[in-house]
């Protein structure tokens, strides 16, 4: 039998009518049992469960809801079968599975145990409950009632055609047992009748003490009396009887009035013997939430424990933080101490590179000087070979031009005389006499021209043709030539100006810094050695330090990392925490493995350094050895005092210069690539065994969080080998 939303939400609703401590949202609210309990209660308290069964014990909460669930079941059945008389015609809607119900929440079978309860509440012979339970059904809205009637109906229509699925009265659940299950419940039960045995026994026991407290004072009276029966048959016969029985007499009334007031007393013991049974119920009640409380609170102190101990790591933590925080400061304040030398150092690297600079400059421009002057003199040597060619060019211009005009002339008259009729006369010639040579006739002159002599026309368009080649030769080559010349000689006497005045500049500077240290000289570059051998010192010391902090805060930040994935691994899951872990380790990992690279490449480059020197070195010694051949040369040729003074000068400087060399060396080597490689072989031991220690931590931790595991899932079937065990935990499942 399947029921609509409609029909469950109808019910629900019905449900909320009953006095109950918390409003039922939905078919899931029922499933604990502890509302059907209240519901039982309001329609007959008498058979409502007892507390212990409500809250019976169990290892597992499904447990629970199920031994509260059947002694909902059967309470029902037996008020079904008191009040109504209909046990069969009631339960034969369908079969009910308490155990679906408490394991599964199974809405269909909560439904049909909420479709007894209202076949129970419609069926009682109490009719003022009947009429109570009427009421609050007609009081829901239309649809609700409608829902309910529906239900009711379909009920009746089951019961009278004969239904195959009758409830069954005995507890559910018996077709499906798991043996792990049915050894929790008979645990659970054997626990409920220890419990119970242990109240019946201390109960016994105190029934027997008050017993033989009894039976002693019975022992005592009894002897009492017969002590008092033998004083009375022995004084039977004699005057004091009389007396004696009078006695006895006022005695058994005072007995009797003792006995009434220890009835009455008895009789109020007994009614307050009933009272604190029944409180000592409701206490007992009491004593297990209290005992229920006790566990809270001893699961709270230790929570509270294990939270105190993380507040605590959590503290250590921030008080590591903040030592690191002090650390990360000194580090700054080394860095700016180290950056200070750093530009004090390339502020004297500056001005030596400067000064050689400047020296680099003025030999530069000494030599420029000289090349100027050399090729001043050529060009003067050409612009006067190109002034004598261009003097002999215009002689020679000036004397065709001479001829040219001599030979228009000329040419002027003959044809003037042509025009007038007149002889020509010959060509000018200055060795000629005109006045002893006749005049020339026509003919004679034509005959003459054919002969071997000039022809004046030709010689007069030759010398034209010559006169304007020269001409445009002047104009086209020689000119602009030696326009260029001059225009260079321009050039490099206004460039000479130049390169002299700041050739006068530079020397006057480098005579006023000459000036300013002539005389100290020898103390002011011993101090600015001694200056720069203290700095570099510091420098290295600084540089050391700092790679010392650097380490040692690589250090703190990998532990601090660990420390965080170990407390970040408490708060999660099994597999989160492995993985959170496996992530650090890796993480922890390429960090040593980028630091030993970098100690790799510092190596690298010491060794380069190393080899520079000695190159360096090398080339000292070999200018060592020149200088002090030209030395030995110069002592050999007496050289002026002056100039043997500057040599021995010089040469100290570079005795000097090579012993600072030497030194260097030596330290290079102190620091040659044996130490360095002992000392980064020292660096890589130590971050080895950190990550060895790193990693044998992680597999503890693993380790322990899979023991925990196979603990907390722990089951009948769980599996026993470790291969399966760890199949397990991959493929792990949530329970239901």
Not at 122 to 144: A, G, H, I, M
Not at 370 to 381: C, F, K
Not at 458 to 465: I, Q
Not at 676 to 695: G, H, P
Request: glycine share 2%.
């Amino acid at each position: 039998m399947s029921f609509s939303k409609e029909a469950e939400a109808a019910l629900v609703r019905w449900v909320n009518t009953f006095p109950i401590d918390t409003q039922v949202q939905s078919l899931a609210d029922l499933c604990d049992g502890l509302v059907f309990c209240s519901m039982l209660e309001d329609i007959d308290p008498e058979y409502a469960p007892s507390e212990m069964e409500r809250n019976a014990g169990g290892s597992s909460q499904w447990l629970r809801k199920k031994i509260c669930l059947e002694a909902v079941h059967k309470s029902l059945i037996r008020f079904i079968r008191d009040h109504t008389g209909q046990v069969e015609s009631i339960t034969a809607a369908s079969s009910i599975r308490l155990d679906s119900i408490a394991e599964n929440d199974d809405a269909q079978h909560t439904m049909k145990l909420l479709l007894v309860f209202l076949m129970a509440t419609l069926k009682t012979d109490n009719d003022d409950k009947k009429e109570v339970y009427v009421t609050k059904l007609q009081s829901l809205d239309q649809e609700t009632q409608v829902e309910i009637m529906t239900l009711v109906r379909d009920i009746d229509s089951l019961r009278q055609s004969g239904s195959p699925e009758p409830i069954e009265l005995a507890p559910p659940g018996k077709a499906r047992k798991d043996p792990g299950l049915a050894f929790e419940e008979e645990h659970a039960m054997l626990f409920v009748e220890h419990e119970a045995l242990k109240k019946k026994h201390a109960d016994f026991l105190t029934r027997f003490a008050a017993l033989e407290m009894t039976n002693e004072d019975l022992h005592e009276s009894n002897e009492a009396m017969t002590g008092q029966l033998t004083q009375l048959q022995m004084a039977s016969n004699s005057d004091e009887v009389e007396y004696v029985v009078n006695g006895l007499k006022t005695e058994i009334s005072e007995l009797e009035t003792v006995i009434a007031r220890h009835e009455e007393e008895l009789e109020n013991h007994r009614i307050i013997r009933e009272k604190q049974e029944k409180e000592l119920v409701s206490l007992r009640r009491t004593e297990k939430g209290a005992l229920e409380l006790d566990d809270e609170v001893r699961s709270l102190r230790a929570e509270n424990a294990s939270l105190t101990k993380k507040a605590n790591m959590v503290d250590h933590y921030q008080k590591k933080l903040e030592s690191q925080s002090g650390v990360e400061k000194e580090n700054q304040r080394l860095r700016d101490k180290v950056e200070n030398l750093e530009f004090l150092n390339q502020d004297y690297d500056a001005t030596q590179a400067k000064n050689t600079r400047l020296l680099n400059t003025v030999e530069e421009y000494q030599l420029k000087f000289q090349q100027y002057e050399s090729e001043i003199v050529e060009t003067r040597a050409v612009i006067s070979n190109l002034q004598g060619n261009l003097q002999a060019g215009r002689s020679e211009i000036e004397k065709l031009s001479s001829k040219i005009s001599h030979d228009e002339q000329f040419i002027r008259e003959l044809q003037e005389q042509l025009s007038t009729g007149e002889k020509a006369p010959t060509s000018p010639k200055p060795s000629m006499n005109t006045k002893d040579t006749p005049a020339l006739t026509l003919e004679e002159e034509l005959e003459q021209s054919d002969s071997r002599g000039p022809n004046l026309e030709l010689e007069n368009s030759r010398l034209k043709a010559m006169v304007t080649s020269l001409s445009e030769m002047a104009s086209a080559d020689q000119r602009p030539e030696l326009e260029e010349k001059i225009g260079c000689l321009q050039r490099l006497e206004a460039t000479n100006l130049e390169l002299i005045s700041a050739n006068a500049l530079i020397q006057e500077q480098l005579s006023l810094l000459l000036g300013k240290v002539d005389g100290d000289t020898d103390a002011i570059s011993r101090k600015i050695k001694e200056h720069h051998e203290r700095v570099e010192l510091e420098l290295a010391k600084a540089q050391a330090d700092n790679a010392e902090l650097q380490s040692q805060l690589s250090a703190c930040k990998r532990e601090l990392s660990i420390a965080k994935s170990s407390y970040e691994a408490m708060a999660v899951e099994e597999l989160e925490a492995l993985e959170i872990l496996r992530s650090t380790h890796q993480l922890v990992t390429a960090g040593i493995q980028k630091e030993l690279q970098s100690l790799q490449l510092k190596q690298k480059d010491t060794e380069m350094d190393l080899q520079q020197q000695q190159r360096h070195l090398i080339e000292t010694l070999l200018a060592k050895d020149k200088i002090a051949k030209e030395f030995d040369v110069l002592k050999e040729t007496r050289m002026e005092s002056g100039a043997s003074e500057a040599l021995k000068k010089q040469t100290v400087q570079q005795e000097e210069l090579i012993d600072d060399l030497q030194k260097r060396l030596k330290a290079a080597e102190e620091a040659s690539p044996d130490a360095q490689k002992a000392a980064n072989d020292e660096i890589v031991k130590n971050l080895t065994r950190e990550n060895a220690m790193i990693t044998s931590a992680w597999y503890d931790l693993t380790s322990r969080l899979q023991s925990n595991h196979v603990i907390l899932q722990r089951r009948q079937d769980a599996p026993k080998s470790w291969l399966n065990k760890q199949r397990q935990i991959v493929n792990a499942t949530p329970r239901r």
